[in-house]
């Protein structure tokens, strides 16, 4: 299956197009940075047909590139990376976290929701990367509570920085696509104009 990933790609843009998943104009990301485009990668799940297929070919990645079982444990971040990671552990037989991004103040007042054993590797998921802090504070918080992280998967890289910020903290973030490879495709399938494209590739140069 990896080795049509070009042909992927084509079909990932075209599911973007579908979705309506790419908007232009002005956007506050989580991270408090502006942006002139927004993915919602948080509407796949609404199409199952999308969903099966984007989390088929997530597995065989992870499988293959990752070595699935190099990880014991798969740990989503609310709210874009728990259905995505879910339905990967499901996948890859793996027992399930999730990552709460504030401790809660009842109950156990743990951060990290599920069975994680002292030594465990953790393979953090969520649907992409901007700056990194998400998959940062999940790294810290696993760590806090026993895990062992050394890598992230992630759908999209918006390189912008995060990449070298998880690296820097000993985390290799792995990236189905990035977003420069699939601006260009776009473009060239008619689905963004030339200012949207440079519009999203000035984005990655600061």
Request: aromatic residues 8%; hydrophobic residues 40%.
């Amino acid at each position: 299956m990896l080795g049509d990933k070009g042909l992927f790609m084509d079909e990932f843009c075209r599911i973007l197009n579908r979705i309506n998943a790419l908007e232009f104009g002005t956007f506050k990301l989580s991270s408090g940075r502006v942006t002139p485009y927004y993915v919602d990668l948080r509407l796949i799940p609404s199409f199952p047909d999308v969903f099966h297929r984007i989390s088929e070919f997530c597995a065989a990645f992870i499988e293959r590139e990752l070595k699935a079982e190099s990880s014991d444990r798969i740990a989503g971040i609310p709210v874009a990376g728990i259905p995505l990671a879910s339905i990967l552990a499901y996948k890859l037989n793996k027992p399930f976290l999730y990552v709460r991004q504030s401790v809660q103040l009842r109950g156990r007042e743990r951060r990290v929701e599920g069975v994680l054993l002292s030594g465990d590797r953790v393979l953090i998921v969520d649907d992409l990367v901007t700056t990194g802090l998400s998959l940062k504070r999940t790294a810290t918080s696993i760590r806090s509570e026993g895990g062992v992280v050394t890598d992230a998967f992630v759908l999209l890289d918006r390189e912008e920085g995060g990449k070298k910020r998880l690296v820097e903290n000993e985390v290799e973030v792995h990236s189905l696509f990035k977003i420069s490879e699939v601006a260009k495709r776009l473009y060239e399938m008619n689905a963004i104009t030339e200012d949207q494209l440079k519009m999203i590739l000035k984005q990655i140069k600061k």
